[in-house]
């Protein structure tokens, strides 16, 4: 094992599906000469050149739409969004074009095509680049949707999304890129996470909590709390949010019986109020309590850092659903 960022996690999932690939290619806003806004993208022109890490103009739709068309005939892009606030400009070709292009072409066409790049909330970036847009893609038929939260899980999952024949959203958490954690050594073989399989980051059996991307770093430090007051929180990182992984959350329920889901994102149709549904839908019995969600507020982020530590869900907000979840608030 070697101990990495999520950005040098990303970094080497690219370089490695470059290398075994040459359908593979890289296409974004300074995905090349500048290395990546984020960096993931550093070194990958000087190996694999210019027509293989493409830079493009500040013109999402159209470089979205370029991505959909060499997917179509065979190419596997990897489309980056500087930001996935800016891919509101390039719906149209993400919705539209990739999510239901195999359908309507009557399965003559595959579309395998990965967009990714940093989502949800920044640091006092204000309301236009803090939006977390899971639950937007989630709401589209045709597409998979994934959000890690560790190294190893980026790593994995990203070498899976530019392997698979479907369109993938791939989305990272815009202030976890610097996360350390342990990746297995890439010397010691390929490693690829398959999609639709959730991770249970910790084991408990008094609640589950139900999370994706930064909120699992919320969701494990609520749970050291909790533990010390004798309560056993199991953290379920679902990883992939479309196809979800009811097998793994159904199971935890029967364990538990009692769900907080913990989000980044606003409240209102979000990604939590499908799992509560599917919850007390399927598990009703099952419950021991109401199913209770952790969000953001449901207000445009604000730019005052005080403000917006008001808007984001926090370890304690997780911490006191689990309290109240147990009737011990």
């Known amino acids: 094992m070697v101990t990495i960022t999520i950005r040098e996690a990303l970094n080497q999932a690219l370089d490695e599906e470059m290398a075994r690939d040459p359908k593979v290619f890289l296409m974004g806003e300074e995905v090349g000469e500048y290395q990546g806004a984020y960096k993931v993208s550093q070194g990958l022109l000087q190996k694999y050149g210019p027509l293989r890490v493409v830079d493009t103009p500040i013109t999402e739709l159209s470089f979205a739409g370029v991505g959909v068309g060499a997917a179509m005939v065979g190419l596997r892009p990897v489309i980056e969004m500087m930001t996935f606030n800016f891919c509101i400009l390039a719906l149209d070709q993400i919705f539209n074009g990739a999510a239901k292009m195999r359908l309507m072409s009557g399965g003559q066409y595959k579309i395998p095509i990965v967009f990714r790049g940093p989502n949800g909330p920044a640091h006092m970036l204000s309301a236009q680049h803090s939006t977390a847009t899971e639950s937007w893609f989630c709401n589209v ?50 490693f690829v996470i398959p999609l639709g399989r959730a991770d249970v980051k910790r084991a408990g059996e008094h609640v589950t909590i139900l999370c994706w991307s930064k ?4 969701s494990l430090a609520a749970a050291a709390e909790l533990a010390k007051e004798g309560i056993e929180a199991e953290v379920v990182d679902l990883r992939t949010l479309r196809p979800l992984d009811t097998e793994t959350i159904y199971r935890s329920v029967k364990k538990t019986h009692r769900v907080v889901t913990c989000e980044e994102g606003t409240p209102f149709a979000g990604v939590g109020a499908e799992l509560a549904y599917r919850i007390q839908h399927d598990l009703f019995d099952e419950l021991d309590a109401p199913v209770t969600r952790v969000t953001a507020l449901d207000v445009p982020m604000p730019y005052a850092e005080n403000l917006e530590d008001l808007v984001l869900p926090t370890p304690r907000d997780v911490y006191a659903a689990a309290k109240a979840v147990l009737y011990r608030s």
Do not use: N
């Not at 560790?150 to 976890?176: H, M, S, W, Y």
């Not at 909120?215 to 919320?218: D, K, L, M, P």
């Open 141 to 190: 038929p045709g597409l998979k949707v994934v959000a890690p939260s560790t190294p190893a899980d980026a790593k994995g999952l990203l070498k899976a999304a530019i392997r698979d024949d479907d369109p993938v959203i791939f989305l990272e958490a815009e202030l976890a890129y610097s996360l350390q954690g342990e990746v297995p050594d890439p010397a010691a073989g390929d």
């Open 215 to 218: 909120s699992v770093q919320h």
